[in-house]
């Protein structure tokens, strides 16, 4: 299993910006897929879930502003992060989970950096 995370990059404030999580390994209508960030000298954030239904669940911290969305096709998962502010700068992440066995994996993180 393997998951690739990309897009992220340096943009100003109120900028928007997509994210890809590339998922080989894992098919998206048997697992659930969550995007968390870790902000530096931070925890780990949960932000985003998308179940094998196709639902989502965003936290309150972030409430509609960023929405995530995925390509059965391309088994990719996606956040488009809205209205970006330096608050959001951090590392991103994605998690697979299994649909049986709940086992769990994690990409390698991909950084946005939110500043003029």
């Known amino acids: 299993v393997q998951l690739v995370e990309s897009g992220g990059g340096l943009v100003q404030p109120g900028e928007s910006l997509w994210l890809s999580c590339?998922?080989?390994?894992?098919?998206?209508?048997?697992?659930?897929?969550s995007w968390a960030r870790q902000a530096p000298g931070k925890g780990l954030e949960w932000?985003?879930?998308?179940?094998?239904?196709?639902?989502?669940?965003n936290?309150?911290?972030?409430?509609?502003?960023f929405e995530t969305y995925r390509d059965?096709?391309?088994?990719?998962?996606?956040?488009r992060l809205n209205r970006l502010q330096p608050g959001d700068t951090a590392v991103y992440y994605c998690r697979g989970?299994?649909?049986?066995?709940?086992?769990?994996?994690?990409?390698?993180?991909?950084?946005?950096?939110?500043?003029?």
């Open 97 to 116: 989970v299994a649909a049986f066995s709940n086992d769990e994996y994690w990409g390698q993180g991909t950084q946005v950096t939110v500043s003029s």
């Open 22 to 33: 590339a998922i080989s390994g894992l098919r998206l209508f048997t697992s659930t897929v």
């Open 72 to 79: 059965i096709g391309e088994n990719t998962v996606y956040l």
């Open 47 to 57: 932000l985003s879930t998308i179940y094998s239904d196709g639902s989502t669940s």
């Open 59 to 65: 936290s309150d911290s972030i409430g509609r502003r």
